[in-house]
């Protein structure tokens, strides 16, 4: 289908503003009489606290307030800003007297400026009972191990009853076949181990937040966030005000990739605002950010095929991951259930398949959302596995992967096994551009002849040594049946239109991608579409930026909206045209007769007619989207390295990509 708007790399919405300075990010704004905030956070990774002394801090000049757990009630909530009821267990506290890991929340200072709030830190005195920390998360469910939660208050979401003792977050238990009999009847079984450390997200913009009364005492939250609607709803319930009396906006945001899916600062701020009657401001140090911010969930995973010796099909496949979810449970079901639910169905000839995935907890830093979400662990170790069938077998993975991996019309049982924190969704894949990735990345990288050159001879009296390798990946686009999307538009008098949406642009430039598609139904020149997003007073309900969703999900909202604006336009258009609505069409911001084309007239004229003239109404509709299938999309790597085998030191030679991500809405954004 051949397209105007989609497929090309209109200029971002907010390129002018971004490259000028002149758009504003959270840390932008401010007011008279603004409150500057600190937190006070714990040394220690395990202890209790038995004592806080705050009255020298409250003594200093320009300290307004000190909050711990003295004045603060204790309620329990999921920082993971996820749909409700979240999936993530109610284990977190705004203070505690009980600290779980170094860095975690103590108390929180509102000054005047941010150094007075800080030198006001050093004024509390705390005196901590330590105890023997977690630190090894390998440990968490041995008998005898420190117990991170002994509280048994908190809402665990794992499918038995919580047992503190046990330290788990979460569990997960699924098998297709009998992996049992698959091992017995495989020629060779191997067996192997791998992990993934922790990483920081590292956006250029750390996490920020500025609160207000407006004129109405309402509470205001501006914040470098990607789930608005998330924020309100769990601000709300954590400071126990309704939802109706907070106004959340979301400002420019210098990236999130997962970071900003949780509401980790905003509780404070706005805690202080209400308390105060004050503006308040909270943006976290780029160290905080590394220490108290989240990181990307540590795993454990071991591998274990079974498979023939000739051809390498694999007869059984069982994944083993234990999960370290650090001192809260934040996102620990759901990242654990797309470790497996995003990997496994790759190769979906494999008759029998099990997961078996533990979430634990430790004394360690928080782990939560983070891109790839528990998908990256799992193909770190279960492309290796594939690597090591190849290589016990002497298939070349290029010619492995194009035989067994998912084609188009295919599904996997593990699709409706095991969903993002539920059971999933059967799904049968109408589009995998997978084959032609392997083909023309394996073309573009020179698989063969490298492959070819790279041998045991090449290398024999090398101390650098070189090689090649490749894998392939899938992942998912929404979570369906759950999450949801939301679009509002209106007409303007000059033929321009207003998109509202909830959907979160994070920096990705989803702003512009939503704008093209209103702009492609309606055949009106992007710049026509005037786009409002994430603000939880003007702009319809959307889950939130996350789960690759936006295009697809918050854009199938966009598209059903446009498409019931051109049937209004086409209708109004019509009558003023003095014609049938079947004889007219729509091109270029205007509509036409059929078979007469001089006979048109502009949107400016049509929605001026709407508006002042006949049947007067405003053109205006809404949308909503939910999904009940997630499209992955796929993609094949190749790495050509040099390893210094005195050294250690590896270098990369060459990468070749190749991605199947469907239909680019805007080719430079997506290339970015």
């Known amino acids: 289908m051949a397209y105007k708007y989609i497929g090309t790399s209109n200029t971002k919405i907010d390129g002018l503003g971004l490259a000028t300075g002149t758009v504003q990010f959270t840390d932008d ?32 000049p320009g300290v307004e307030a000190v909050y711990s757990y003295k004045n603060v009630k204790r309620i329990l909530y999921s920082t993971a800003g996820q749909g409700f009821p979240e999936p ?16 975690d929340d103590v108390a929180a200072v509102a000054a005047d400026s941010y150094e007075t709030a800080k030198a006001a830190l050093k004024k509390i005195k705390v005196t901590y009972d330590v105890q023997e920390p977690l630190l090894d998360y390998a440990k968490a469910l041995s008998k005898g191990a420190p117990v991170v939660h002994p509280e048994h208050d908190a809402r665990m979401m794992i499918p038995a009853p919580y047992k503190p003792e046990e330290n788990l977050a979460a569990r997960i238990d699924v098998e297709v076949g009998d992996t049992d009999r698959g091992f017995t009847e495989s020629d060779e079984v191997i067996e192997h181990t791998f992990s993934t450390p922790v990483a920081s997200h590292c956006a250029i913009e750390p996490h920020a937040v500025f ?25 709300s319930k954590i400071l126990e005000i309704p939802m109706s009396r907070i106004h959340v906006i979301k400002p420019r945001i210098g990236g999130g990739f997962g970071g900003k899916q949780e509401i980790i600062i905003e509780p404070f701020a706005a805690l202080v605002t209400l308390n105060t009657g004050r503006p308040a401001k909270l943006v976290l140090s780029r160290k905080e950010v590394f220490t108290s911010a989240r990181t990307r969930h540590g795993q454990t995973i071991t591998m274990r095929a ?8 694999i007869k059984a496949l069982r994944m083993n991951a234990l999960e370290n979810t650090g001192a ?44 790839g979400y528990g998908a990256s662990q799992g193909y770190f170790g279960y492309a290796q596995i594939i690597d090591m069938v190849c290589q016990r077998t002497g298939v070349d993975p290029v010619d492995y992967y194009l035989k067994w991996s998912i084609k188009s019309g295919e599904g996997s049982p593990i699709f409706r096994e095991i969903g993002e924190g539920t059971e999933g969704i059967e799904m049968t894949l109408q589009s995998v551009g997978l084959p032609e990735c392997i083909v023309r990345g394996a073309e573009a990288f020179q698989w063969k002849e490298k492959r070819a050159r790279y041998t045991r001879e090449y290398n024999r009296e090398r101390r650098k040594k070189r090689g090649v390798g490749m894998a ?24 321009s239109f207003n998109l509202n949406i909830g959907a979160t642009d994070i920096g990705t430039g989803s702003d512009t991608i939503l704008a093209q598609i209103a702009a492609e139904v309606l055949d009106v020149h992007p710049d026509k579409i005037i786009v409002l997003s994430s603000d939880t007073d003007t702009t319809p309900f959307d889950t939130g930026a996350y789960a690759s969703s936006t295009t697809y999900l918050s854009g199938g909202a966009v598209k059903s909206c446009a498409e019931k604006i051109r049937i209004q336009v086409l209708h109004t258009g019509a009558e003023l045209l003095g014609a049938g609505t079947n004889q007219v069409d729509i091109e270029n911001g205007t509509v036409y007769i059929k078979n007469n084309r001089d006979k048109n007239r502009s949107f400016a004229d049509i929605c001026t007619y709407a508006l002042y003239q006949n049947n007067q109404y405003q053109i205006q509709d809404h949308a909503s989207q939910v999904v009940d299938q997630s499209p992955p999309p796929f993609a094949a790597h190749f790495a050509e390295i040099e390893v210094d085998t005195e050294t250690g030191i590896i270098q990369v030679l060459r990468y070749v990509t190749a991605t199947d991500c469907g239909t680019p809405i805007n080719p430079a954004l997506a290339g970015g």
Request: hydrophobic residues 45%.
């Open 29 to 60: 704004f401010s007011a008279e009489e603004i409150l500057h905030l600190a937190l006070l956070r714990s040394p220690h990774a395990s202890a209790v606290i038995t004592d806080l002394d705050e009255s020298e801090a409250l003594c200093m």
């Open 328 to 371: 809260y449970g934040t996102h620990a079901l759901t990242v654990l259930s797309n470790t497996a639910s995003k990997v496994l169905p790759l190769f979906n000839k494999i008759e029998n398949i099990a997961f078996a995935g533990k979430a634990v907890y430790s004394h360690l830093p928080v782990a939560g959302a983070y891109r």
């Open 88 to 103: 993530s267990p109610y284990d977190k506290a705004l203070f505690d007297r009980r600290v779980r890991f170094a860095g």
């Open 472 to 495: 392939c990946f899938m992942q998912g686009s929404a979570i369906p049946k759950i999450d949801m999307a939301s679009a509002y538009m209106k007409m303007n008098e000059d033929g």
């Open 211 to 235: 609160t207000y009364l407006d004129a109405y005492g309402r509470l205001v939250i501006i914040s470098s966030t990607q789930v608005p609607f998330h924020l309100r709803r769990i601000v």
């Open 306 to 313: 079974g498979f023939l010796r000739n051809g390498g099909e």
